[in-house]
C-alpha cells in the first residue's frame, strides 16, 4: 500500500515508512539517540527529497522522544532539573554552531570541517566507549556508581553554583553541564543531528550520570529540540510533512517502547558496548563513503 | 449557469489554441491528433501512480514522438569533489532550465528520425536537453555536471527515453493509428504537464498536437498541502501537538498491553 505524502507531493510505500520509523524508534528508545542522523539518510535513499526528509524527521523525533521519554519517565529514568539545564546549554551552543557554520560557509571550508568533525568525534567517542565498556564487563560486575563518582573532581568541586541532582545521583556546579552541553550543541549544529550521540556518551563519562538515567534525560531535552527545529522548519522552508512524520512516529513510537523495555533488561555496560558499537559502524560506513569514488558527482542539496 | 458554461467554453478553447500546434495543423491537411486518458490525475490518500493511455494519429508514412513534459524549475545540488584522499561536497551549483518530468517516447530512435537542429530545437534528446541547461554559478557546470545530472535523474524516474514503447496499428485512410501506455511515476509531483506528439516525417518535424495533463492533490492531501503552505506558523504548531499526542497516545496504549499481558501472567 502505497501513501501519498501531500506537502512532499510524492507517494511512498506504508510498510517501508512503519519499518523504517520502527527500527530507529527501538535505537532511540534503547540508546536514546533521536535517529536523526540514521533516518534522513534513509528517507533520501527512498526518494524522498531532502529538504523534507530532514524537516519531517525532525517531527518524527517529537513523537518518539515523546513517547519514549514517558516510557523512561515511568521508570525513574529522566532527571528534569539536570535535563532542563542540559537543554539551555544545548539551546545556547546551537546558536553559537549555527555562526561557526556560517563562517566557515564563507570561508568555503563548511563540508570538509563538517565531515572531519563527524568521523573525529563520532570515531573518538566510539572508540572511547567501546573500550571502556569491554574492559568494564571483562572484569565482571558493575562497579556501582553513586556520589562517590563525584569524590575528587579538583577544581570542579570548588567552582560555584554547586548543586544536587538526586535522580541522577551526582553533584555539580551548574556551569559544568551547562559548558559541556553548549559545546555538544556547537558540534550538533555544525554535524547537523540532534546530538544524543554525542549527549549521551558526555553525560556518561563526563557527568558520572548512570547510562540509563543518561538516555531518558537526554529523550527528554532531545523533545524539545526537536519542536524548535520542526517549528523553525514548517515557518521558513515549508517543508514539513506531518503525514510522513506520522506514519514514521507510527513505527518509531512503538520502537522506542520497545526499545526502553529491552534497555531496561541489559546492564549499562552492555548498552554502552552496543551503542558505541553503533557508532563506530556508522563512523566506517562514513569513512569508507569518503574514500570510495562515488558514481555520480552531483547529490541532491538538503537546501540549508 | 449559462455565464459559466460559457466561460468555460472560452478557457477550454484558450487552453486548447495555447497548448495545440494550431499554426502546423492549420498548414497541414492531416493534423495530428493526440487523446490523454485520465487528463486529471488525483492524488489521493493511497495514491500510488497511475496508468495513462495515450492514443492519437499522426498522418501516413510518419515516426511518431511523444513528450511528456513538466514545468521548468530550478534545482540545487552539492557538488562532490576530491579534497586530498577523500570525497566531499567542495560547493553547490543551481541548475535550472530544466523540466521537472521529461519523458521522451517514439517509434524509431530520435537520430533516426530526425536531423541534429529539429531534435535540439524541440530537445528531443539527451544532448538537446544538456544544451538547455543553465548553471549557477555559470563556471560550476560544463557536460560533464550535466551527465552527472542526467544520470541522476533518470536514476530517479524523472527522466525518460524510451524508444518502441508506441504501438502504431494498420492505418486508416491517411492516418496511422498509435498508442502508447505510460506508467505515470508516482514520485512527479502535483502540477501541469503537457502530452504533445510529433509526426516526423524526412528528417523534419511535422504537425505536432499538445493536451494539458493536471495532476491534483485531493481530499485530506490536499487540505494538509494548503495548510502548510497558507498557515505555517498555524501548521507548525499542529505539526508539534499531533506529534506529542501520537508519542503520549502510543505510549499510553504500548503501557496498556504491556501491563495486561505482565497480569495475564
Known sequence: ???????????????????????????????????????????????????????????????????????????????????????????????????????????????????????????????????????????????????????????????????????????????????????????????????????????????????????????????????????????TNYTVDLMLALVLAAGSTVGAQIGARVARRLRGDQLKILLASIVLLVMAKMAVGLLISPSVLLSPAKGH | MMKQSKFHVSVATILAMLFSGSAHAATSPQPVFLKVTPSVIPMGTFYAGARLQVEGHVPVGSEVVVVVRGEDVHEVFNKVGRVGPIWVNTGKVSISGIPSLLMIFSTKPIATCLARPQIDRYQLDATAVKMQIKFTPRESGGDPVADDFLKLKMGQGSYRLAVGDIRTADAFEDDLPFKLDIAWPKSAPPGTYEVRAYACRHGEIGPTFAVPLQVVEVGFPAMIAALARERPATYGIISIMVAVIAGFGIDFLTTCIFKRKVSAH
Open chain 1, 1 to 235: 500500500m502505497n501513501l501519498l505524502l501531500p506537502v512532499a507531493g510524492t507517494s511512498i510505500g506504508f510498510v517501508l515508512l512503519v519499518g523504517a520509523g520502527a527500527v530507529v524508534g527501538f535505537l532511540s528508545g534503547m540508546f536514546g539517540v533521536g535517529g536523526g542522523f540514521l533516518l534522513t539518510p534513509v528517507l533520501i535513499m527512498i526518494g524522498i527529497p531532502p529538504t523534507f526528509a530532514a524537516a519531517s524527521d525532525s517531527c518524527q523525533i517529537i513523537a518518539a522522544s515523546s513517547s519514549g521519554t514517558a516510557a523512561h519517565f515511568r521508570l525513574g529514568n529522566v532527571d528534569f532539573k539536570l535535563g532542563s539545564v542540559l537543554l539551555l546549554g544545548g539551546l545556547t551552543g546551537g546558536s553559537i554552531g549555527v555562526h561557526v557554520i556560517r563562517m566557515l560557509r564563507a570561508m568555503g571550508a563548511a563540508d570538509f570541517a563538517i565531515t572531519v568533525t563527524y568521523i573525529v568525534v563520532l570515531g573518538g567517542i566510539g572508540g572511547f566507549m567501546f573500550v571502556e565498556s569491554l574492559q568494564s564487563l571483562r572484569r565482571g560486575a558493575l562497579v556501582p556508581r553513586s556520589h562517590h563518582s563525584t569524590q575528587g573532581r579538583g577544581l570542579l568541586s570548588r567552582l560555584p553554583f554547586q548543586m544536587d541532582f538526586p535522580r541522577s545521583r551526582v553533584r555539580h556546579s551548574v556551569i559544568v553541564p551547562f559548558l559541556l552541553c553548549v559545546s555538544v550543541g556547537i558540534l550538533s549544529a555544525i554535524m547537523g543531528v540532534g546530538g544524543g550521540f554525542i549527549m549521551v556518551p558526555m553525560m556518561v563519562y563526563l557527568l558520572r550520570m548512570p547510562m540509563h538515567v543518561a538516555v531518558g534525560t537526554d529523550l527528554f531535552q532531545i523533545l524539545f529540540t526537536s519542536a524548535g527545529i520542526t517549528y523553525m522548519q514548517a515557518t
